[in-house]
């Protein structure tokens, strides 16, 4: 079974494993300091996602930084209205 988790580190040195893994169907979680940072998906499985606009509501709960975040709320926002 393929890895599902990676380091930072370990997942810019294997990146190729990351994205096959991902192309593969497992999405692929990166860690910082222990700590889940960032999923690698498939297209498929990101455009299932966000397909007709079913993540947005996810997508503008999702704390992020204070740039992302302006970011979706302006988006959300553009959406809602």
Do not use: I
């Not at 297209?43 to 397909?51: D, N, Q, S």
């Amino acid at each position: 079974m393929p890895q599902r988790q990676w380091s930072l580190q370990d997942a810019k040195n294997r990146f190729s494993a990351v994205v096959e893994a991902a192309r593969n169907g497992v999405p692929q979680t990166v860690t910082k300091h222990g700590k889940p940072v960032a999923v690698v998906l498939s297209v498929e499985e990101y455009e299932k996602l966000t397909e007709g606009g079913a993540a947005t509501p996810l997508l503008c709960r999702t704390p992020a930084g204070d740039a992302e975040r302006t970011a979706a709320a302006q988006t959300c926002e553009a959406q809602a209205s």
